[in-house]
C-alpha cells in the first residue's frame, strides 16, 4: 500500500533484471558524449535475447522503457513514440539486450 492506494511491486525476475541493467546504463552515461537525458521525441528498436523461449514483447518493451527512464537515458519513457524493428528472440548462451535509440527530429 502507499497511504491508502494499493501500490503493484515489480517482479523479482524484473527486480534483478533491472539492477544489472542499470549498471549497464551508468556505464554508457559515463563513456557518452551525448547530452543525457534525451528529451525530445525517440525511436528505439531493441533485439531481446533470452535465455529461453518465455514472455510476451509488450512486457519486455516497457521493462526497457522503465529502465532508460530510472536509468537517465530518457527523461520520460512517454517520449519513446516508436518500438522500430523491436524482436524477441533466443540466446541461451549469451542472454541479452541490444538496442539503438534515435531521436526524432520533428
Do not use: C, H
Amino acid at each position: 500500500m502507499a497511504g491508502n492506494r494499493p501500490r503493484l511491486l515489480p517482479s523479482a525476475t524484473f527486480a534483478a533484471w533491472n539492477r544489472i541493467a542499470q549498471l549497464q546504463l551508468a556505464k554508457f552515461r559515463a563513456s557518452t558524449f551525448v547530452q543525457l537525458p534525451l528529451t525530445e521525441p525517440v525511436t528505439v528498436a531493441a533485439m531481446f535475447y533470452r535465455d529461453k523461449n518465455t514472455g510476451d514483447l509488450v512486457n519486455y518493451m516497457q521493462a526497457l522503457a522503465d529502465a532508460l527512464q530510472e536509468g537517465g537515458i530518457v527523461k520520460n519513457d512517454s517520449q519513446i513514440r516508436i518500438w522500430d524493428g523491436s524482436r524477441l528472440l533466443v540466446d541461451k548462451d549469451n542472454p541479452r539486450v541490444e538496442v539503438w535509440i534515435r531521436e526524432i527530429l520533428e
